[in-house]
């Protein structure tokens, strides 16, 4: 069964600081790996990653994949109270459909 | 404006009675689907139509009925509800399936069954 793991849980930092959130995922027959934010509603779209190595960046995120160890980090500095979230990471297969296999989430709070 | 609309945004309803919530998308995608998040924020996936048609079914009982007049619009129907059914819907579309093209959500629809 198709699996993506986030860690950590939740972690919460200062402005000003800079976190890492990772996430590992086991699936047959990869095709990408997906980045989303959500704060109250929709969760919102950040990131897709498809090549290993290659630093996806918007604004202070960024993001990296490496698919030899099957692992993805989202890194964001200089942390606002705006990035207040849980992230959330998916991958998909290359499968019929264009499902979304999610991790759990990380709940980050950022304080003033 | 609002590119994927689900309504209602609240739905509390006792167990037992019968329930749809509506999506309509304005992107133009061809795709659209319907995801449940539990209390626990897991989010899965439940039905996906593309342009009408029924793509992915996942493990979901069939009193759920997902129902898609034209590719904008993809509705959910819920049978005989219980308990367990309480949790955000989230309905999302995107432009082709089988390509690497992000899902847009909605807003959810938040059910309580008491």
């Known amino acids: 069964e198709d699996k993506v793991v986030q860690s950590p849980l939740s972690l919460v930092v200062h402005e000003g600081d800079t976190v890492t959130l990772n996430c590992s995922y086991e699936?047959?027959?990869?095709?990408?790996l997906l980045w989303y934010k959500q704060e109250k509603k929709a969760p919102t779209f950040l990131f897709m990653l498809?090549?290993?190595?290659i630093e996806k960046k918007s604004g202070r995120l960024s993001s990296i994949l490496d698919k030899k160890e099957l692992f993805s980090i989202l890194n964001i500095t200089a942390t606002q109270t705006g990035d207040s979230a849980v992230y959330l990471c998916?991958?998909?297969?290359?499968?019929?459909?264009?499902?979304?296999?999610f991790g759990g989430g990380t709940r980050v709070l950022v304080k003033p | 404006d609002t590119a994927v609309s689900q309504t209602p945004k609240y739905l509390v309803t006792q167990m037992g009675n019968d329930k749809s919530i509506k999506c309509e998308q304005n992107l133009g995608h061809d795709t659209m689907y319907w995801y449940k998040q539990d209390s626990k924020k897991f989010l899965k996936i439940m039905f996906s139509y593309n342009n009408k048609e029924l793509i992915i079914n996942e493990t979901v009982p069939n009193r759920f009925s997902p129902k898609s007049p034209d590719k904008a619009h993809l509705n959910l129907h819920i049978n005989s509800l219980e308990l367990g059914d309480s949790a955000v819907y989230f309905c999302a579309s995107s432009q082709e399936q089988g390509r690497n093209s992000p899902l847009h959500f909605g807003n959810g629809t938040r059910l309580t069954v008491t």
């Open positions: 699936v047959t027959n990869f095709r990408s």
């Open positions: 998916a991958v998909t297969i290359k499968a019929a459909g264009n499902k979304l296999t």
């Open positions: 498809t090549s290993s190595g």
